[in-house]
């Protein structure tokens, strides 16, 4: 993988945050790791592009979801992860609806999540739609707003 593939974590948990880094690390990305959603906005103000975003649902001073939106506004081939506890149907739809790819149900699918990284061309990874990775596995999201 070329050495220009960067990552946002957006995760306000500082050892979440560091497992994040130290795995897309691994993965051969040049991570950046922030603890709040305007800290995220601030970090890719000088970015010219943004491989991919794993953002939490819940952060101290926004929504998961409004850092999303701006990403996907200002990066819109980025592969956008939304990592959360939360695994309601309605809230997998609000979240692709804002742009996000994968819908990643903590604490499973970080090792899918990392397999496919490391296995995919990053080309092919980043046009990835409306996956969800839980504890049944990874599976298309079939929702009522399907692209």
Avoid: W
Avoid at 45 to 61: G, R, S, W, Y
Avoid at 78 to 87: K, Q, R
Avoid at 120 to 125: I, K
């Amino acid at each position: 993988m070329p050495e220009d593939h960067t990552a946002l974590v957006v995760d306000d948990v500082p050892a979440n945050r560091e497992f994040l880094e130290r795995l897309l690390a691994t993965a051969k990305f040049n991570v950046t790791g922030v603890a709040s959603g305007k800290a995220a906005l601030q970090a890719i103000q000088d970015v010219d592009d943004l491989t991919m975003a794993m953002v939490d649902m819940k952060l101290p001073d926004m929504h998961g979801l409004e850092v999303t939106l701006a990403l996907r506004k200002r990066f819109p081939t980025a592969l956008i992860v939304i990592a959360t506890m939360y695994d309601a149907f309605s809230l997998m739809e609000e979240a692709f609806g804002k742009g996000c790819n994968v819908f990643l149900v903590k604490p499973h699918g970080f090792m899918e999540l990392y397999k496919r990284l490391t296995s995919t061309d990053m080309g092919e990874m980043r046009k990835t739609q409306r996956l969800v990775i839980d504890q049944y596995g990874p599976r298309e999201f079939k929702g009522t707003a399907a692209k």
